[in-house]
């Protein structure tokens, strides 16, 4: 899960990092009675889930409320990467002397945080690794011992060679560590770490990712969720407790289990179709589900045919077919289901079924090769 900058800035702030002020404006008028209350120079941002805000024009200085409101009235409803700006953050403008990069990331292979710092900060740190890869420090932290303060301090010096800056610069990359670990982050970044002219250290940009494995035990956290740039598929089958991603092909497939949903997929492939979904329905027995997972793949224009292959453990085949049944009599659906229910209950499953007009497969090769031949009809 993305979050936005003045949160990730929250979460920063929580950690001790010193990060300036910053207030949210969802209108221009807002935007220039917080810029009047601060005073003097202001930045307004546009808060996306995206990088590269002040290349596309996303950051902008002002000199006085005024020039704030005109900023804010041009970058509110701006498109950033195909993502709407509907919220600014107006916070004090900073005299900027350096600025560095700071980031930490959960390294997948190594599986442990690793730091990355530069010298050379404010510009996309991809463009730095790429055409100056010597003036990044990498640093992997075993996750049996944490940050030790020396490598805190090896990883400053990097960045400063004034020994006070050092020192600074050390403790915020310790809280950088701690905010990272606390929140459950996959990623925390900030470019740029200034300087400013009198020698102080601040965090002028956050950007922070969690792991949504992580969101459970974070309610804080996970109520930083902003839904307003998502697919509404996806946040329905969030909220529904399913797991679905949409694909490109127009076999439309509702499965239980990961497993059989990744082998429904491949058999589809096998008979010539394409998947238009992975969508695992879960494990538990819960008619609702069956009809989020039916509105789902069905509010998908690109879905031809409708393919069920369940295979009852825990989930109740009949809790299925009821679920099916509702489903279809709650929402207009012109598409053919073909069914294949197997397992615990299949008997009671196949009578409901029966007793509403549908017919099921019990083969799985067969119930794929029919769906894959109705998506083509
Ligand atoms: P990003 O483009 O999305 O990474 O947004 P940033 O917050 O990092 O801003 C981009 C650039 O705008 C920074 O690298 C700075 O050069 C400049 N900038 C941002 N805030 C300030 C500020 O308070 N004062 C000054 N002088 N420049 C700023
Ligand atoms: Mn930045």
Redesign the pocket.
């Known amino acids: 899960m993305d979050i936005h900058?003045y949160q990730a800035k929250e979460l920063f702030r929580g950690a001790g990092i010193p990060v300036?002020p910053g207030e949210i404006a969802t209108t221009p008028d807002e935007a220039e009675e917080i810029a009047g209350r601060y005073g003097g120079?202001?930045?307004v941002?546009?808060q996306v889930h995206?990088?590269?805000?002040?290349?596309?024009g996303?950051?902008k200085?002002a000199k006085d409320a005024a020039e704030a409101r005109a900023h804010a009235e041009a970058i509110l409803g701006m498109d950033i990467k195909g993502l709407t700006v509907e919220k600014v953050l107006v916070?004090?403008?900073?005299?900027?002397a350096t600025?560095a990069y700071v980031g930490v990331l959960m390294d997948r292979k190594k599986q442990a945080a690793t730091f990355m710092v530069s010298p050379e900060?404010?510009?996309?740190i991809e463009a730095v690794a790429e055409e100056n890869p010597e003036a990044i420090r990498k640093l992997t932290v075993d996750p049996r011992y944490g940050l030790l303060p020396h490598q805190a301090y090896w990883l400053a010096n990097f960045l400063y060679e004034d020994k006070a800056l050092a020192r600074q610069a050390t403790k915020i990359i310790g809280q950088l560590y701690e905010a990272f670990q606390a929140n459950g982050c996959s990623m925390a970044e900030i470019?740029?770490l200034?300087t400013t002219p009198d020698g102080e250290l601040k965090a002028?940009?956050a950007?922070v990712s969690i792991d949504d494995s992580e969101l459970f035990r974070l309610p804080d956290v996970a109520a930083m969720r902003d839904t307003s740039d998502e697919p509404a598929a996806e946040i329905k089958a969030r909220e529904a407790g399913l797991s679905y991603v949409k694909l490109d092909g127009d076999v439309g497939c509702c499965v239980n289990g990961a497993g059989l949903a990744m082998a429904t997929m491949d058999l589809v492939k096998y008979y010539g179709g394409e998947p238009a979904n992975f969508l695992d329905i879960g494990g538990s027995s819960n008619p609702d589900k069956v009809v989020s997972a039916l509105e789902i793949i069905t509010a998908d224009p690109s879905v031809k045919s409708i393919l069920f292959n369940i295979f009852g453990g825990i989930t109740r085949c009949d809790d299925v077919a009821n679920g099916l049944v509702e489903a279809t009599s709650r929402i207009d659906i012109d598409l053919p289901i073909v069914i294949r229910l197997t397992g615990t209950n299949e008997e009671e499953a196949l009578q409901i079924l029966e007793d509403n007009g549908f017919s099921a497969y019990s083969s799985m090769d067969d119930v794929v090769e029919k769906a894959v031949e109705l998506a083509k009809a």
């Open positions: 900058e300036p120079m202001v930045v941002k546009a995206t990088g590269g805000r002040g290349k596309a996303g950051v200085l916070t004090p403008g900073e005299d900027i600025e900060g404010g510009v996309d470019n740029p200034i002028i940009d950007k």
